[in-house]
């Protein structure tokens, strides 16, 4: 039997974790879910088309959400529960699922440093989001982070331990017609905008 992975999202729109869980859905083995708690999108019906399994809520506030998703995940028999956002509501579940669903693992991938995540330039509310993220990471069973310089922040701002995090760096597909066209000392060229 194929591992249950549920990955939490805001939305299905366009973004580069969007495109990245749109990989998950074509290229991973494994039986993903992805759970867009807002909002479809695009992407969210590129997964759907390439045969993922996409569920969209369909409730207007928080509780309903939360509530939503830990029904969910054990209607399904999710295995592991990855929050790609950084929407406290996702790092709420990961607590909840750690107090009482231990037998799932759950994992925070850190797509930004930890100021990004917290938002610190939106001052009300801040200390709340911020402390939400620290339980978050600290309770969840593994971090994954996209660079050592995320990885530092988590540990700097959340007091994150060292050992439980991952650095994997973002990826991509290349189409092999795309590495054939070179310039003319037959170098093939990319260009990255991020």
Not at 151 to 161: A, G, H, M, V
């Amino acid at each position: 039997m194929k591992m249950k992975v549920l990955h939490l999202l805001v939305a299905g729109n366009l973004g580069g974790i969007e495109s990245l869980v749109r990989n998950y859905a074509q290229f991973s083995s494994l039986d993903n879910h992805f759970l867009f708690a807002w909002q479809g999108g695009v992407n969210a019906e590129a997964i759907r088309r390439i045969g993922g399994k996409v569920i969209v809520l369909d409730v207007n506030n928080n509780f309903g959400r939360v509530s939503q998703i830990l029904k969910l995940i054990r209607k399904e028999k999710i295995d592991v529960i990855v929050s790609h956002n950084s929407a406290p509501l996702f790092k709420i579940i990961l607590i909840l699922v750690h107090y009482f669903m231990r037998e799932r693992v759950t994992i925070a991938y850190a797509h930004a440093d930890a100021m990004s995540i917290y938002d610190e330039s939106r001052k009300r509310g801040m200390h709340i989001r911020k402390f939400v993220h620290r339980i978050g990471f600290e309770k969840c069973d593994e971090v994954i982070a996209i660079s050592k310089f995320v990885k530092e922040s988590l540990i700097r701002s959340f007091n994150t331990p060292a050992e439980k995090i991952k650095v994997i760096y973002n990826g991509t597909t290349i189409n092999k017609a795309l590495l054939s066209k070179k310039n003319g000392n037959g170098i093939p060229q990319l260009i990255y905008v991020g």
